[in-house]
């Protein structure tokens, strides 16, 4: 079983960057693949980027493909989000989550474990 908390997240101005980090607990962390989620009032989950437990792959969604970068550092039991370029309708919660499995995922169903969330707030 893995525990994640997320971090970094706050009120950014469009245009601007910010770094969500994911820390989680346990000695495990490197057999998980991991993701961001995100959630915007009204909508339904939404899978943002992912990366496998090695972190030689990574994936991404359409809407946020070119603009945003996840990374992990094991070593650490952390996952990260880079976001740059960032938009209003990017404005959310991020979740991290994680998959006992290694293939690539998008859908949220297939995670097992989740963080509480981290608010992203982007204004025009």
Request: with cysteine; proline share 2%; charged share 20%.
């Amino acid at each position: 079983q893995v525990h994640m908390v997320e971090s970094g997240g706050g009120l950014v101005q469009a245009g601007g960057s910010l770094r969500l980090s994911c820390d989680a607990s346990g000695r495990t962390f490197g057999t998980y693949s991991m993701a961001w989620f995100r959630q915007a009032p009204g909508k339904e989950r939404e899978f943002v980027a992912g990366i496998s437990r090695r972190g030689f792959t990574t994936w991404y969604g359409d809407s946020v493909k070119g603009r945003f970068a996840i990374s992990r550092d094991n070593g650490k039991n952390t996952v990260y989000l880079q976001m740059n370029s960032l938009k209003p309708e990017d404005t959310a919660v991020y979740y991290c989550a994680a998959d006992v499995g290694d293939a690539v995922q998008r859908e949220a169903r297939r995670f097992e474990y989740w963080g509480q969330g981290t608010q992203v707030t982007v204004s025009s």
